[in-house]
């Protein structure tokens, strides 16, 4: 209703103007993270390019932060045309989108943030259960991105599991059952109240990439990072566009938008991948936070961990959630994962170029690009 609201308004104004040309439809980009998030350069390339690839019909304006949405209003806000196009967080919309988030149950499966997103989106754009689901809430799938690996951030170093022991660890997913498993203590806590959970000792430790240390201003209350990297979250959408928008548009402009938001995708997580490398590389250690190597045993532990629970997350997803068929689906993601550490060998994780063009060729599968979201 409201984006068909805008279309009146939008033809009423051009009925008025006589100009020569005819106006670009300006996208409102949701994206829910302030402008220095390396993802937002991801949305920043769209903005870019978009306009010569639809040879002026399309172009995007970006709202960073809260600005138009924040990150619980965006799914509902793409849907009901707030925003035309938005970055959709699946795990906070877990009952919407349990197929986005069966995938995403198994992050502890690899840690190269360009191979989990490839394989992801591949996976998502491939899957006609995951992508109706995007459907179902009025919008459509067009890839996902991913954080760098996940490490402990913590007041005092861990080293050992005894160092593990009792430590109130903020975590979820998986990572908070890893946790347990490990007799730590798994506490709740949203993003933005780390920094204070820290200062008030409510917790000894946060499972975090190293770019927390400075987006969370996390280096002023945790000196320690174990290298102990756990994994990825990939199941962050970030061009979902309103369905009413998509379906108006033609083939030609569509595919545009597909192959340039995927483009977009792959050259944030090349700098994703770059910024992390550039971390472990004495970056962490410049912010006067010491880095800690784990013991064997906590890796033993881990490896013992992963093996173990990837059958408890089918039966989870089957009985809590209504997934149907998980191990299966499980089994075709484990499958994508490995075939995408095959293709991400050939290259540069880094190099931006080399990452989009993967990315643009390999992402979708074999999908048809003509009809897909139609």
């Given at each position: 209703?409201?984006?068909?609201?805008?279309k009146i308004a939008l033809g009423c104004t051009a009925a008025v103007l006589v100009t020569g040309w005819a106006q670009a439809e300006t996208?409102?980009?949701?994206?829910?993270?302030?402008?220095?998030?390396?993802?937002?350069?991801?949305?920043?390339?769209?903005?870019?390019?978009?306009?010569?690839?639809?040879?002026?019909?399309?172009?995007?304006?970006?709202?960073?932060?809260?600005?138009?949405?924040?990150?619980?209003?965006?799914?509902?806000?793409?849907?009901?045309?707030?925003?035309?196009?938005?970055?959709?967080?699946?795990?906070?919309?877990?009952?919407?989108?349990?197929?986005?988030?069966?995938?995403?149950?198994?992050?502890?499966?690899?840690?190269?943030?360009?191979?989990?997103?490839?394989?992801?989106?591949?996976?998502?754009?491939?899957?006609?259960?995951?992508?109706?689901?995007?459907?179902?809430?009025?919008?459509?799938?067009?890839?996902?991105?991913?954080?760098?690996?996940?490490r402990l951030i913590s007041t005092s170093p861990l080293k050992s599991l005894a160092d593990i022991k009792g430590k109130r660890i903020r975590?979820?997913?998986?990572?908070?059952?890893?946790?347990?498993?490990?007799?730590?203590?798994?506490?709740?806590?949203?993003?933005?109240?780390?920094?204070?959970?820290?200062?008030?000792?409510?917790?000894?430790?946060?499972?975090?990439?190293?770019?927390?240390?400075?987006?969370?201003?996390?280096?002023?209350?945790?000196?320690?990072?174990?290298?102990?990297?756990?994994?990825?979250?990939?199941?962050?959408?970030?061009?979902?566009?309103?369905?009413?928008?998509?379906?108006?548009?033609?083939?030609?402009?569509?595919?545009?938008?597909?192959?340039?938001?995927?483009?977009?995708?792959?050259?944030?997580?090349?700098?994703?991948?770059?910024?992390?490398?550039?971390?472990?590389?004495?970056?962490?250690?410049?912010?006067?936070?010491?880095?800690?190597?784990?013991?064997?045993?906590?890796?033993?532990?881990?490896?013992?961990?992963?093996?173990?629970?990837?059958?408890?997350?089918?039966?989870?997803?089957?009985?809590?959630?209504?997934?149907?068929?998980?191990?299966?689906?499980?089994?075709?993601?484990?499958?994508?994962?490995?075939?995408?550490?095959?293709?991400?060998?050939?290259?540069?994780?880094?190099?931006?170029?080399?990452?989009?063009?993967?990315?643009?060729?390999?992402?979708?599968?074999?999908?048809?690009?003509?009809?897909?979201?139609?």
């Amino acid at each position: 209703m409201l984006r068909n609201l805008r279309k009146i308004a939008l033809g009423c104004t051009a009925a008025v103007l006589v100009t020569g040309w005819a106006q670009a439809e300006t996208l409102r980009f949701a994206i829910g993270v302030p402008e220095n998030f390396t993802v937002v350069s991801a949305m920043k390339y769209f903005a870019e390019t978009i306009p010569q690839r639809t040879d002026g019909k399309v172009d995007a304006k970006l709202f960073t932060g809260s600005s138009l949405l924040n990150f619980t209003e965006t799914l509902s806000g793409v849907r009901d045309g707030i925003a035309d196009m938005g970055y959709v967080v699946a795990a906070y919309h877990r009952a919407e989108l349990k197929e986005s988030n069966l995938i995403g149950d198994l992050g502890m499966l690899g840690s190269n943030l360009v191979v989990m997103a490839g394989a992801a989106s591949e996976y998502c754009f491939s899957d006609a259960e995951c992508a109706a689901e995007y459907v179902n809430q009025g919008q459509v799938f067009l890839g996902f991105g991913s954080t760098p690996p996940y490490r402990l951030i913590s007041t005092s170093p861990l080293k050992s599991l005894a160092d593990i022991k009792g430590k109130r660890i903020r975590s979820f997913s998986a990572y908070g059952r890893w946790v347990e498993a490990l007799d730590g203590v798994q506490v709740n806590l949203p993003a933005g109240d780390i920094y204070q959970g820290f200062s008030q000792g409510t917790i000894d430790v946060n499972m975090h990439p190293y770019e927390a240390l400075v987006t969370l201003s996390l280096k002023d209350v945790a000196k320690y990072v174990t290298d102990l990297p756990l994994g990825t979250f990939y199941i962050n959408a970030l061009f979902d566009t309103n369905l009413d928008l998509w379906r108006e548009w033609d083939a030609e402009t569509r595919i545009a938008v597909m192959d340039t938001a995927v483009e977009g995708i792959g050259r944030a997580a090349a700098a994703t991948y770059a910024e992390d490398l550039a971390f472990a590389d004495g970056g962490v250690a410049e912010l006067g936070v010491e880095v800690v190597q784990p013991d064997q045993e906590v890796i033993d532990a881990t490896k013992a961990f992963v093996d173990k629970d990837v059958p408890a997350i089918a039966a989870l997803n089957e009985t809590t959630f209504g997934v149907i068929d998980a191990a299966s689906k499980i089994e075709r993601f484990r499958e994508l994962v490995t075939k995408w550490e095959g293709l991400v060998d050939k290259i540069d994780p880094s190099n931006a170029d080399q990452v989009a063009d993967l990315y643009r060729e390999n992402v979708f599968g074999s999908i048809d690009k003509s009809t897909y979201g139609m």
